[in-house]
C-alpha cells in the first residue's frame, strides 16, 4: 500500500499552500495578486495573477467565493519563468474571494490559495 502525505500551511492572512511530500522538484511561487482589494468598476472588476514556475507546466485558476460558487476559470500551459494571468471577474460582488492556483507538471502537482477582497469604489 502506497501513502501520499500532503503538508497544507495557513498564514496569518488565511492563505494557503498544500504540497505532498513527493513534490519536491515542482517549483512554484505566487509572486503577487493585484490589485488586492481589487476595485468594483463598470459591473466588474479585474486582477492579475504573477507567478513564477520552475519547469513548463498545465496551471488551473478557479477565483471561488464564500460559498463555494466559481468565477473566472482559467487553465493553460505556461512556459517555465514569471507569468502574469489576468482574471476578469465580471459578475463577482462585493466580498471575500479565494484563488486557487493548482500545477501540474512531469514533478507532480501542488496547489496554493489567496485571499481576494473586491469592493465598489
Given amino acids: 500500500m502506497r501513502q501520499i502525505v500532503r503538508y497544507v500551511t495557513v498564514d496569518t492572512c488565511g492563505n494557503t499552500s498544500e504540497r505532498g511530500a ?6 512554484f511561487d505566487i509572486l503577487s495578486l ?5 476595485p468594483k ?7 492579475v495573477l504573477q507567478i513564477a514556475l520552475g519547469t513548463a507546466s498545465e496551471v488551473s485558476v478557479k477565483v471561488r467565493d464564500m460559498l463555494g460558487r466559481e468565477y473566472a476559470p482559467w487553465n493553460g500551459s505556461l512556459e517555465r519563468g514569471n507569468q502574469s494571468i489576468e ?5 463577482t460582488a462585493e466580498g471575500t474571494y479565494f484563488v486557487t492556483i493548482e500545477v501540474s507538471n512531469a514533478s507532480g502537482r501542488s496547489r496554493q490559495s489567496r485571499k481576494l477582497l473586491i469592493h465598489a469604489e
Fill in 87 to 91: 482574471l476578469n471577474l465580471s459578475g
Fill in 22 to 27: 513527493m513534490n519536491n522538484t515542482l517549483s
Fill in 34 to 38: 493585484r490589485p488586492n482589494p481589487a
Fill in 41 to 47: 468598476q463598470n459591473g466588474g472588476a479585474h486582477a
